[in-house]
């Protein structure tokens, strides 16, 4: 489907963004013709949502300009978007799950007769909109909470639809659906598009990409880094352009391949709600890394190994003995620590001090087992050995930079002796300096024997760490790979490798 | 960020930090003095005792409170609570000397069971606490109604009574302690010692983050439900202080829970958790005490009570909303 473009339904031109200084975007173009996919494809972080969210009026730009339907716009809003028509399908839905179908598409510009909302007119028409787009299985009165999440996403679309959308944003239209509704969600595109409906199509799936745009735009750190045909690009090709750029960082050295330690903690085959067939090994001495995008089933691997969200399948076994972590302490007892990924809402206690913050976990589990004294000087060389920068050990948490309130929380699980240690992004908004500071202690916590599983999305910062990394895709892994993995490797697994299917 | 300066810094200087008690000890001295233009006999020795042996309960009451919200939650049923205690120990005792002990016991017992209800509907059900100790509230002054048939009937025997009305007489310098004082006391100290132990340190934690505490192994839901439980039993010696100085009435407990609520706020403490400190609860019921002795010197009427406790509430939780987000 590369047939001569009309005039573009939206053209952005030297599209900037900043927020608290950071450049998020920068100089990027891209234009959608009516009735053309246009995929957006890049790394977590590569500013996707941000030029979404500005399309759709959510942000304005600070830099460049919006062009729809050929005039220059800068939309004051979602609301202003949507009048110009500009429709957004977002991740989670935007529906009352008590009203009908119709409630929904038409919410907020209800038809009225006689001052009244024109009940039967407005059911009339949504099945009219539904049958427009081939959706004529929908009943137009039924209650949107007893719909499937695929028929839920046709509501939104009708929603959107309602409001004479010329521009469709489908931000990961999939990441919900099961197999078998993708291949309705298919059709529906393709439906749109024959209206002339231009979509602007953002996901992490190579596969979809290939089997629904006609062009291709790569995102990375914010910039445009090409835009392809759909029909000349490869999988290869667009996995390099997402990553690409070189390792300049410097990282501990890894442990010795060829003599690797016991196994401390082994998990066959097991599963729970987000998780399926998942194997893994940890070894002592190991810094096992775990790459994939967001929402692939990394942190609920951890939150099933820590007892959060436990394994409902399977088998876990710790140093050969099967054991079951049933919940954090349970965990905590086998001798596993978690820092979490999201430290703000579950790292930290903000108002506490700083020795309560470390204090936490050692007072809620092995209250009996130390005199408070001697527990709470370990803690102070804890804290010390870490160099945690602080006023002082009454200093109230919040007040610490990221990277030292992540240490705190680190010494928290120290204070625990753990022996297998689960870090879910651990240099997540942290500076430069901490952020080697940590990488440099979670080495030394795997020399001194400890088996370490480490979540990152920070690219280089798996690459460097890991002594193995495992891939994880939609709830599985996808692959291990040795030390020595490229950026190239990890992505390709982590998107799936498609060719065969676009073909 | 805060200026980073070298770890350890062992000069103390008094420090005004949210949730810190020097605001009320503040508020507490300038109503001394307002006091003592007005009324200087009210700060000698005996008035000045019974004074604080009168406030022993809302006292308590507030120290109870104090364990409930900094944890994260509220505790409505305390009044109803104290009613229904001293309306059964009055039916219980029926003016039997001998029963007294065991009674006590009892009522311990029945605060103790409400707390704990309060807790696992609270935790285990997941129904709000607001609605919680709505409901227990509602529940407690039905059944003391029901039970007996609407007049409270029996007496207290005068041992169960001297806890609240007695006094060790002729202490040197102070003259008259009367028991409560003592009970109070004895039983701050325990509050505050609690407060610096583990778990009173996890109680302010999993008031100041849940999940994080959760996530640390601290079991959320049984830390609470003792909090409700410490709330029950706070109430439970409050009844009998209350019972003994001022009788058996359906009105016995009546805004209590107002009462204590208010004291918390006032003494620092943040409604939805994780910050203050129990002296400062304790601190701000002994203000509020010592605010209505005020009005009644200056001849404000006793009628204006509830307005100026709900007037602190707003002010109060405005002052630290303001304060927190202004940081």
Redesign the interface.
Same mark, same amino acid.
């Given at each position: 489907m590369s047939d001569p473009r009309p005039v573009p339904l939206l053209t952005l031109r030297g599209i900037g963004k900043s927020f608290l200084g950071v450049r998020v975007l920068d100089g990027v173009d891209l234009d959608v013709a009516p009735g053309e996919v246009h995929a957006v494809v890049g790394e977590n972080g590569a500013g996707k949502s941000t030029l979404m969210k500005i399309v759709s009026g959510g942000y304005t730009p600070d830099e460049g300009t919006v062009e729809f339907a050929g005039e220059p716009r800068t939309f004051r809003g979602p609301r202003d978007a949507q009048r110009a028509g500009v429709g957004i399908i977002h991740q989670e839905f935007n529906l009352l799950p008590e009203r009908t179908v119709a409630e929904n598409v038409y919410l907020g510009h209800e038809p009225v007769r006689r001052g009244l909302v024109d009940r039967r007119g407005m059911l009339d028409r949504t099945r009219q909109l539904l049958a427009s787009i081939g959706e004529t299985a929908l009943p137009a009165d039924a209650r949107v909470g007893q719909l499937g999440v695929a028929q839920q996403q046709v509501v939104e679309i009708a929603k959107a639809l309602a409001l004479d959308a010329r521009l469709l944003i489908m931000d990961e239209p999939t990441a919900a659906l099961a197999d078998h509704e993708v291949e309705l969600l298919y059709g529906l595109v393709r439906r749109l598009q024959e209206r002339g409906i231009g979509l602007l199509y953002v996901s992490h799936r190579l596969a979809e990409v290939f089997d629904l745009s006609g062009r291709i735009t790569v995102l990375k750190d914010g910039r445009r880094v090409t835009t392809v045909d759909t029909a000349d690009a490869t999988a290869d090709e667009l996995v390099r352009h997402m990553v690409g750029r070189e390792l300049s960082s410097y990282y501990p050295d890894r442990a010795d391949a060829d003599d690797p330690g016991p196994v401390r903690l082994s998990v066959r085959d097991a599963g729970n709600r987000k998780l399926r067939g998942v194997s893994l090994e940890l070894r002592a001495g190991q810094v096992l890394g775990i790459g994939g995008l967001q929402g692939s089933g990394r942190s609920a691997l951890a939150r099933a190994l820590?007892g959060?969200s436990p394994f409902s399948t399977g088998e876990v076994t710790l140093a050969g003995k099967p054991v079951r972590l049933r919940s954090?302490?349970a965990a905590?007892r086998a001798g596993i620590a978690?820092v979490?990924e999201d430290r703000k809402?579950?790292?930290?206690?903000?108002?506490?001090s700083v020795l309560?913050n470390a204090?936490?976990?050692s #007072?809620?589990?092995f209250?009996a087992r130390s005199g408070?004294a001697a527990r709470t000087e370990r803690v102070r060389e804890l804290l010390?050995a870490v160099e945690v920068?602080?006023?002082?050990?009454d200093?109230?948490i919040r007040?610490?930079?990221g990277g030292n309130q992540q240490k705190v929380v680190l010494a #928290?699980w120290l204070a625990l002796n753990p022996r297998i240690l689960l870090f879910d992004e651990p240099t997540r908004g942290i500076d430069v300096g901490a952020k080697s500071a940590i990488h440099n202690l979670i080495r030394r916590l795997a020399q001194d024997g400890a088996a370490v599983l480490m979540i990152s999305s920070d690219l280089p910062e798996l690459l460097g760490m890991s002594d193995r990394i495992v891939v994880m895709r939609d709830g599985r892994i996808a692959g291990e790979l040795p030390a020595g993995a490229t950026e190239e490797d990890v992505m390709a697994l982590a998107v799936g490798t498609v060719r065969e299917a676009a073909a | 960020m805060q200026t980073v300066q070298p770890r350890s810094l062992p000069l103390r200087l008094p420090r005004v930090r949210p949730g810190g008690v020097l605001p009320i000890l503040l508020i507490l001295a300038v109503l001394l003095v307002l006091v003592g233009i007005r009324q200087p006999d009210f700060l000698a020795p005996p008035s000045l005792m019974s004074f604080l042996g009168r406030s022993a309960p809302i006292i308590l009451l507030a120290a109870g409170q104090y364990f409930v919200i900094v944890s994260g939650e509220f505790d409505l049923s305390v009044g109803s609570l104290v009613t229904a205690q001293v309306v059964v120990a009055a039916r219980l005792i029926d003016s039997d000397p001998a029963r007294t002990w065991p009674v006590v016991l009892l009522l311990l017992a029945f605060g103790a069971l409400v707390g704990l209800v309060n807790g696992l509907v609270t935790t285990r059900l997941r129904v709000p606490s607001f609605i919680t100790t709505l409901g227990m509230f509602l529940i407690l002054v039905g059944a003391v109604y029901l039970w007996s048939d609407g007049a409270p009937k029996g007496g207290l025997s005068e041992e169960f009574r001297r806890f609240g009305r007695r006094a060790f007489e002729d202490v040197p310098l102070l003259g008259r302690v009367p028991y409560a004082l003592l009970v109070l006391v004895v039983l701050a100290v325990a509050a505050v010692l609690l407060m610096r132990s583990d778990f009173g340190r996890t109680l302010v934690a999993v008031g100041d983050n849940p999940r994080t505490a959760e996530l640390s192994g601290v079991r959320v839901w049984r830390t609470r439900t003792i909090a409700f439980i410490l709330s029950g039993l706070a109430a439970a010696v409050a009844a009998i202080l209350l019972g003994g100085y001022s009788g058996v009435s359906f009105q016995a407990g009546a805004g209590l829970e107002f009462g204590a609520i208010t004291a918390v706020v006032l003494g620092g403490v943040a409604l939805g958790g994780g910050r203050g400190a129990v002296v400062g609860a304790m601190l701000g019921a002994l203000t509020l005490e010592l605010l209505f002795a005020l009005m009644n010197f200056y001849g404000v009427s006793g009628a204006l009570r509830s307005t100026v406790q709900g007037g602190i509430i707003l002010l109060a939780v405005a002052v630290s909303a303001t304060r927190s987000s202004s940081r």
């Open positions: 820590f959060v954090p302490r905590m978690y979490t809402a579950e790292g930290i206690v903000p108002r506490q309560d204090l936490l976990a #007072r809620a589990v209250a408070h010390a920068r602080a006023a002082g050990d200093q109230e007040f610490l930079s #928290r | -």
